[in-house]
């Protein structure tokens, strides 16, 4: 029938169409000096003293300063500001640099600096980096390089996280309406920094483009022109790094280590994470998990390595209390809740649960929070239930699960990981174990007494001394199931040099390409 | 018809209003974005007074009440996420989704049409099955799986095609077929069973006998009259195409208002889920509109009184 073959021949005439003129497809970011950087998600908004997200700080960190920068083991190097010492007691002085400018040729100085901190504290602001600066109580700017951060205590940490608090040009800002006080929404899309890279454009969801600041007073960056393009899907990350159509991309999932490590045009990068996983014991509410014995018991049940080995391929380092071996506040001499079955049954019967009868616990997770939050769960679950308890999971979204953590309300036992980038252990101590925390679930005001002295106390080993004490504490007493802490998996395309690094930071002007 | 026109624009009015009072509710009542917006370590006090400033404590009605009071001027509020009017965030990622989904409709209607017919005409042959085969396929697999599977073949092995992200037409391909495939084969399905039909109508047999050339037969007798409950499907599957692009926006990198509004949910981005349901609920209020519209236009037997 003559109608059929015509049909059928313009249907071949459109497929031939629609594929020709693609094989000779160039890689996307075509120009040899353009990095192109494809996190999970796009930044939020270029309004950088609002959110604490790290897609979105990522950018800032390109496009703003910081008075310090840290180094990959946390130490603090000198940036916009030279110098920094404890003048009083209650008073930590920064020296800024006198060259450092705006895009747009404003100089910097301590005026931008108080003005960016006291936007942050600014309540009408809303601004999700006000615990970072909580203990700032005040600032004093003797002159326009000399800036002082007035705390109500004296603390043992340098106040209000200046690696994390980006400095904006003031006047700038008040220029378009954006005052202590008031904002006028400008500067969600129309960032005036002082960093390495200048803001060009973005389309939102697909790139942000960016150009290497030529005025940089730490010089110019190597890579010419950085492009920021996100992509939700982990395989389609990796295809895309595969195809060069992107040369650095973040969360790289475990099992694609092997084909991106032994890639044709690609390779890994890892670094120790400042993400400690773990099980925690809401102790505040009715159960076996209130008693010690039952918690260290639970802890001797479990096998960390293996986890490690078989769920994340060997990515990651087993803990021996909340703290990760390269903060401050770590001690070495605490052991290891070794893997011992007998041991566990042992404690369990001693606690009144012989063979682990009358334990009845649910794990609680998040999915798709951190890497293979439920599967780590669900392999602890069956761990566990080798002590002859009755263990199961419960698996929730973490738009849901993280209401509960609020409200206290996950129990007996529930997964979470702390990401702490201060490298210290104030942080994560008063967050998880003091009393009047929000997610802490354990209660112990002898506890409570050490973690205060302790951020108080300016000596560094006498510190160190009240640390030790209140981590053997926590290692008895086992309010956790001591899990491990992340290593964080990177992969880059092979023409670009750049190493990961433990606080997912990326800063752009470390990069060269080969 | 303007009788039916009026009468049916006042109903849509209350759809929309219908759900933008549901989304509200199930947001509101389902918890408040306090513990997901704010840093693990903010203090009690801290969420407390989030909550406060962003106007959460207050009673639900109170909340509703400034909602639809300023919804109605055309201000549904910032973003949480953002910061930023959620209805311009939500309105320039429309024209990206719109490409794509149009682009997947015109590539199912324009593969799947003529498919369909032939396979009708030639039932059973050769074509027919593997029509059928790839009608099977095409419904079965998941469009997460297909996508990634093109990705890799096209992409990674091939190199024809970029895998992520928006451009020129080159960009364009992978997510079309990959959210057309779908709708490709359930077009295709119906095509040929609404043709099988009227082949064995008695007015196809006078035709024919009348002498009419068989090409003419066949797109001027037959499909005109097999065209009903093709048209209609091809609007409903706008609104398939509009749910499945939440995948396939996801996959690809593409910057459309269902990538936003995944994100939105997982934040609990009130002001951006708000819009996104409510711009959708017009979407398909208007399809359905002219999906009517266009039923008189293709068979005059049909007329709005």
Sequence with gaps: MPYGRRALLSFAALLALSLGGSAALAPAGAADSTVTISQGVDPVTMDPLKRTITPTTNVHYNIFDTLVRQDREGKLLPWVATSWKRVAPTVWEFKLRHDVKFWNGDPLTSADVKFSVEKIKDPTEGSEQGPRVATVDRIETPDSYTVRYITAKPTAMIAGYPWQVFIVDSKYWKEHGDDVGHSSGYQAEHPMGSGPYIFKSWRKDEQLVTEANANYWHGRPSVDSVIWKPIPEAAARVAALRTGETDLITNVPAQYQLQLAGGRNTRLTSARSIRVLFFAFNTLRPGPQQNKLVRQALNYAIDVPAIIQTVLGGRAYAVNTPLPPNFVGYDPKIPFYHHDLAKAKALLAQAGYPDGKGIDMLINAPIGRYNKDKEIAEAIAGQLSQTGGHFTTKIQEWTTYVNFTSSRGLTPVYELAWGNNSYDADNTLTSLFTSDARLS???????????????????????????????EIIHDEAPWLFMFQYEDLYATTKRLAWEARGDEDIFCDEMKLK | MTAFLVRRAIGAVWV?????????????LTGDPAAVMMPPEATTQQIAEFRHNQGFDRPLWVQFGSFAWAALHGDFGNSLRHGEPALGLALERVPASVELAFSALALSVVVAVPIGVLAAVRRNSLLDLAARIFALIGQSAPVYWMGIMLILLFGVQLGWFPVSGIGGIKHLVLPTVTLGLFTMAQLMRLTRASMLDVLKADFLRTARAKGVQPLRLLWHHALRNAWLPIVTVIATELVTLFSQAIITETIYAWPGIARLAVQAIVDRDYPIVEVVVILAALAFVAINLLTDVFYAALDPRIRYE
Excluded: C, M, W
């Design chain 2, 16 to 28: 929309v209003v219908g759900v933008a009072v549901a989304v509200f509710l199930i947001l509101h």
């Design chain 1, 441 to 471: 679930t354990y209660a112990n005001p002898a506890l409570d007494k050490l973690i205060v002295d302790a951020r108080y106390e300016t000596d560094p080993k006498k510190r160190q001394a009240v640390y030790d004490k209140s981590l």
